[in-house]
């Protein structure tokens, strides 16, 4: 079978996540191209690529040529988040499959725009939570899913970081409203992300509390968000960019009627607590498991992300984070803001919001 062709679009810090993942991915997918208006940067990253697979990206400055100039079969987003919805409507208007950085837009009308126009062009959206495939969140899921939790009750995700000002200061982009969100929308969307996809993926009101505190950015720097779902479950959501002096943990818990578990460590890696009431074979792997942190929060987990990707792509099925799947972590924090904004209760299914909707809110508390 054909290799895929992708190209990288955005070459900054998480870039090296997706040259890796490509190259594992070397006997299903080539790197055909990486672009980035600064050309070191992707001069630097098609070095990377050839170092690890002896093939060349061609290198870009602007993707619009290398959409006109090449075959191209998935173009991954991995530019400043308010950009994502721009340039994937661009690539999928060019009937390419889009894979976004997470989060998938900053808008609930622009990420619909994503999932209706590449429904009319028949291409794949995939969104990079790639968390979900954690070893112990695997396992976790593959418990819920057989049912071992019995009736649900409440999941919490803690993501308790640090982010300094010299990591805000490093682009313009950061904390600002226009280009990213605060701590919520960027760094606690794959813990919220891993909250909704455990307790059932339909929300249905959310009630939040966000605030800045020390961080001299526009966004938050703390929120707190309780979310009710449709199946009457509840989340409960604890994210700070603001632990002293550096990153404590990033924690989901999960608690049914026979069963709780909680997946700690940095980066939601390491099982902690694995207690159900009946036994089952998995227990056996669980155990196994080594509870390492990553090298760094990203994770290893854009690489069997980007298996399952190109494995959709190819068959037609959707990915395991599609883009329907990848809405639902910017769309509970775009309701969390809404709710902070207007001090209400709000319903998850008549959101309509965006994260400049904050422009001229102030969430200072100092
Ligand atoms: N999945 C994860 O765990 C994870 C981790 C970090 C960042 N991210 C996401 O990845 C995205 C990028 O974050 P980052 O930290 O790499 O940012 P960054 O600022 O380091 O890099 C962004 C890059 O995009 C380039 N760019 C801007 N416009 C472009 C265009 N039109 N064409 C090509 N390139 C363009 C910029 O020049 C820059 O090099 C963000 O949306 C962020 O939320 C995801």
Known sequence: MEKLR???IGCGRISKNHITATAENKDTCVLAAVCDPVRERAEQKAADYEALTGSRPAVYEDYRKALEELEIDCCTVATESGYHAAIALDCIAHGKNVLIEKPIALSTADAEEILAKAKEKGVTVGVCHQNRFNPPVRQMRRALESGRFGKLINGTARILWNRTMP????APWRGTWELDGGTLMNQ???GIDLLQWTMGGEP???MAMTGNFIRDIEAEDFGAILIRFKNGTIGIVEGT???YPKNLEETLSVFGETGTVVIGGVAVNRMQTWQFADEAPQDAEVAQLVGADPKDVYGSGHTPLYAD???A???????LVSGEEGIKGMKLVLAAYKSQKTGLPVKYDDLSFSTLDMCSDDVKVR
């Open 188 to 190: 606690c969307i794959h």
């Open 167 to 170: 990591y805000y200061q490093q």
């Open 309 to 311: 990707y190109i494995d």
């Open 6 to 8: 992708f190209m990288l």
């Open 313 to 319: 792509v190819r068959t037609g099925r959707a990915p």
């Open 241 to 243: 960019a603001c632990v």
């Open 204 to 206: 249905d009101t959310v």
